[in-house]
């Protein structure tokens, strides 16, 4: 988990305070799946990282959903193949939930780091 925790914390944009990172490989994802649960705060910016072994930020898809079940925003741009952090900026407190699916490899495996930072446009 260091050498990941490590390198996406260099990632993260100026300004934002490592919150959470969470190794991913077979023992915590089902059929090369994950699902949770993170408490976000209105007013916060958030900034979703993920990476696989390789350290590559491809292959592997972040869903954020609010607790309406709607997703809000996600990594993968299925018009142009690409992936991209996710920047969310905060306006419900409340739970969110994170799915993350390998899309090559179910048993590949990778990290997840959040960043979080306050927002004035957030309100």
Not at 38 to 66: A, M, P
Not at 86 to 98: H, S
Request: proline share 2%.
């Amino acid at each position: 988990a260091g050498a990941f925790e490590g390198l996406l914390k260099t990632k993260l944009s100026k300004g934002f305070e490592h919150k959470q990172t969470v190794t991913l490989d077979q023992s915590n994802m089902s059929s090369g799946e994950r699902t949770m649960t993170l408490s976000l705060t209105k007013g916060s910016l958030y900034q979703i990282h993920i990476t696989n072994f390789r350290g590559e930020q491809k292959n592997v898809v972040i869903e954020l959903y609010d607790s309406t079940g709607k997703m809000v925003a996600t990594n993968y741009d299925s018009n142009s193949g690409r992936y991209w952090p996710i920047g969310y900026a905060c306006r419900i407190t409340g739970d969110y939930q994170v799915k993350i699916r390998f899309q090559d490899n179910p048993q590949n495996c990778g990290a997840f780091i959040l960043g979080e930072r306050s927002c004035s446009f957030c309100e």
